[in-house]
C-alpha cells in the first residue's frame, strides 16, 4: 500500500472516531440534564386553613406547602388555589383529634390529602406535603 492510501485510511479511523465519541459523550449529557430537570422541585404554600375537628369543640390551624415536579401545576395551583383549599376543608372537618396527633397519624393524613389532589387535579406530579405548621386548641 502506498503512503497516500495508509494516510487517507487513517484521517477516515480518526473522524469516526471523532464522531462516534462526540455522539456517545453527547447522549450522555442531554440525558444528566433530564435527570436533573425531572429532579426539580417546586413548591407551592397553601396558607393557613382553620378547621373545626369533628365530635370536638377544638380547632386546627394548619399550614402547609405541596411539593410537586411540574412548574406548570404551580401556575395552576395559584389559579385554583380554592379548589385546594376545599380540599383541604373536605378532609380535615371529617379527622377526629386522634386522626391528626402522631407521626403515623400525620403521615397518613398527608398521604390522603396528596391522593385527593392528585385525583382533583388529574396529576401524578405532587412529590410531597409539606406541614409548616399545626396548632389544635
Known amino acids: 500500500m502506498s503512503f497516500k492510501k495508509i494516510l487517507i485510511i487513517v484521517i477516515i479511523v480518526f ?6 465519541s462526540g455522539t456517545v459523550f453527547g447522549i450522555l449529557f442531554m440525558k444528566s440534564d433530564d435527570e436533573s430537570k425531572a429532579s426539580e422541585e417546586y413548591y407551592f404554600n397553601v396558607g393557613e386553613i382553620y378547621s373545626n375537628i369533628a365530635d370536638s369543640r377544638r ?3 394548619l399550614n402547609l406547602t405541596i411539593s410537586v415536579t ?3 401545576l404551580i401556575e395552576e395551583f395559584n389559579e385554583k388555589s380554592f379548589l385546594i383549599k376545599d380540599e383541604l376543608y373536605k378532609i380535615l372537618t371529617n379527622k377526629k383529634i386522634n386522626d391528626i396527633q402522631g407521626k403515623e ?3 397518613l393524613l398527608k398521604k ?3 391522593e385527593n389532589l392528585e385525583k382533583k387535579f388529574a396529576t401524578d406530579k405532587i412529590s410531597n406535603i409539606y ?3 399545626i396548632i389544635v386548641q
Open 15 to 20: 473522524m469516526l472516531l471523532i464522531i462516534v
Open 112 to 114: 390522603e390529602i396528596m
Open 59 to 61: 380547632i386546627m390551624k
Open 105 to 107: 397519624s400525620q403521615a
Open 70 to 72: 411540574d412548574e406548570k
Open 131 to 133: 406541614f409548616d405548621e
